[in-house]
């Protein structure tokens, strides 16, 4: 599939969730082709002791990314890539754009609420995909081709790295992690500022530019 941008994403993720919204103001101006892909937090870390490393709540939430990823792979497999927007679109605005936001609930077995049937089912509605989906949540068989798309997100970047990570003009383009924003810019400087990003991590030299992600505040599992 050709295509201009290749965006992995974990839907729990709060900044490549910012990200992502950034990409669609300036696909909407630039008509870029995206293929959302998928990178697995849980994955990621799944040699890491989560109760030495992050706090409590990472774990659960890295494996509720996981588990929306497990039907994110069966919808691109049934319905087709595009309908993978389409949900992560609906998924992201309803964890990290509804009031209260819903990444601090538990179910009583100690399960995030994210990556639940009772959360999931009513977003597979307002999308028009069927509730069958549901069931590829516990479907670990699954795991293997997030793996291999984890991995390919990686062999781009490096593996000290999170998501989002963007591959521009795939496959002989640039890649990188982010860029990780905390707030999205106005739609007549969306362009302009990706303009400039895109040249800077184009350069060959270019490694990194960092600074505190504090602005997003500390409960956000990334």
Excluded at 36 to 58: C, G, K, M, T
Excluded at 63 to 79: I, K, P, S, W, Y
Excluded at 161 to 184: C, E, M, W, Y
């Amino acid at each position: 599939m050709e295509t201009d941008i290749h965006f992995y994403f974990d839907p729990v993720c709060p900044f490549a969730w910012m990200t992502s919204k950034w990409v669609r103001l300036v696909q909407s101006q630039r008509r870029y082709t995206v293929d959302w892909r998928f990178i697995s937090l849980r994955q990621v870390n799944a040699d890491v002791d989560y109760d030495a490393h992050f706090p409590p709540e990472y774990e659960a939430g890295h494996t509720a990314g996981l588990r929306l990823l497990r039907v994110l792979d069966q919808t691109r497999q049934e319905h087709g890539r595009e309908m993978v927007g389409t949900l992560y679109a609906t998924l992201g605005t309803q964890i990290f754009d509804s009031a209260p936001p819903a990444r601090a609930d538990r179910t009583e077995d100690g399960l995030d609420l994210r990556g639940t049937a009772a959360f999931l089912g009513p977003l597979l509605d307002q999308v028009g995909l069927p509730r069958t989906l549901l069931e590829a949540l516990d479907d670990d068989s699954r795991d293997f081709a997030i793996r291999a798309e984890t991995d390919e997100a990686l062999a781009l970047t490096g593996k000290d790295v999170g998501t989002p990570i963007i591959h521009f003009q795939p496959p002989q383009g640039t890649a990188f992690f982010g860029p990780v924003i905390s707030r999205l810019p106005d739609p007549d400087d969306a362009v302009r500022l990706w303009d400039h990003v895109v040249g800077l991590a184009g350069f060959p030299g270019f490694a990194e530019l960092k600074k505190s992600r504090s602005p997003f505040g500390s409960s956000y599992p990334t």
